[in-house]
C-alpha cells in the first residue's frame, strides 16, 4: 500500500523558482499534502506572489478535479506581514512574478475565476490576524508535525520560534531550507554607491537579506537535528539553462509545463553572464526533497555559523563553525539528471 502523503507548509517569496516549487508540489499529491503556503514581501511584491500562489493553486486543484479525478485539499494560502528592510532585493527580480500573473496558463477562466473564494482561512484566525501568525497557528493546531519548506528569508520561522518556541517548534517535522553557501561562493553581487566594497560577497541572497532572522533559525537548539539546508553548495548543479527550459515544449498540452516551460523562459538569458550570473533551480530542487528524499545525499550535522555582523563584508555568511554545539544536515551530492526528470513528470500532471 501507498503510505500517506506527508504533511508540507511552504514558506516562499515569490521568486520564479518559488512559484515552480509550488507547481511542483501541487502536481505531487500523492505524495505531498500541502496544508499551507505564505508568501513574503522578499524576492517579490507580496501582491504579485499572492496572486501567482492562488491562481496557479485553484488551477491545479480545479483541473486534477476535472481531468484525473484527484481531489488535493483547498488549503490557506497568506501574506506575511513582516518585512526586513536592510538589504532588498533588486526591483528586476521582485517584478517576476507580476509577469507570472499575466502568463495565458494563469488565466485560463474555468481554471482561475473566483480563485480567491477556493482559500480557507486558518481556524481561530480572523481578517486582522497578521499572516505571520496564521502560518504560526498552522503548525500549533496540526495534530502531527508538519514538514516546513522554506525557499526565503527566514523571517517568518524566526518570528514563530521567537513568539511560539517549543510549541512550535515540536510542530516542525523537519525544515528544509534554500540558503547560504558552505564550501561555495555567494551569490550577492553588489556594486554601487550604497555598498561597502564592489565585488563578491560571501553570502547568499536568502541569508543576506535577513541574517539574524538566519541565525535563530539555523543555530536554533529547538529544532537541533531537525534542518536540512539547500545551500547553493548543491543548487549549483542544477541550472535553468535553454535546453532545459525547451525540454517542456514536448509536453505543451498540459497547462503546468506551459506555466513551467514560459516561466523558465523569463530566465534563461542569465545564461549569458551579467549581473546574477545564471538562474538555478535553487527553490525547487529544495521542494523536490519533499518529494522524493532519495533525490539527495547530505552531509550530517554540519556545524554552522551565521555571520550577523552588519559592518563586516562577509555578512550573511553561512561558515563552517567547528567550535558549534549542534549542526545541520547540508545537501551535497545531487542527482540532477533525476530531479529534471521530476520536473518534467510534474510538467504532464494536468
Ligand atoms: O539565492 C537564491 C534565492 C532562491 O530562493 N533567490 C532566488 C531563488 O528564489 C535569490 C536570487 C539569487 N539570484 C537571483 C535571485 C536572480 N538572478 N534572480 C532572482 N533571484
Ligand atoms: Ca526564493
Redesign the pocket.
Known sequence: TQPRPVPVVLD???????LV?LALLLANPSKVELVGVIVLD??CYVNDAYRVSGKLTSTVRRAAAAKRGVHIKPFPILKSTLSHGGHP??H??RV?AKKMDDLPSLNVPKWTTGWEADIPTVPNTDANTPGEEAFAQLFLQSPEPISLCV??PLTNVAYCLKTHGAAFADKVKEVVI??GAVDVEG??FLEGPDVKEPGMLAA???IY?DAVSAKAVIESPLLKGKVRLFS?DA?NHVPVTSAVCQEFGKYNDSLIAQFIGSSWAM?TH?ELGG??????A??VL?AAHVVDSGLVEFEPNVPITVEIDPTKRSEGQTRRDLTGAHGVDVAMKIDAERFYMMTYEAAQFV
Request: charged share 25%.
Open positions: 516562499h517569496d515569490g521568486g520564479v523558482d518559488d516549487a522578499a524576492d532585493f533588486p528586476e527580480w517576476d525557499t526565503g534554500m540558503g551569490n550577492v547568499e541572497w536568502n537579506w547553493l543548487t530566465c542569465l549581473y546574477g550570473k545564471g538562474y538555478y535553487w527553490d529544495t
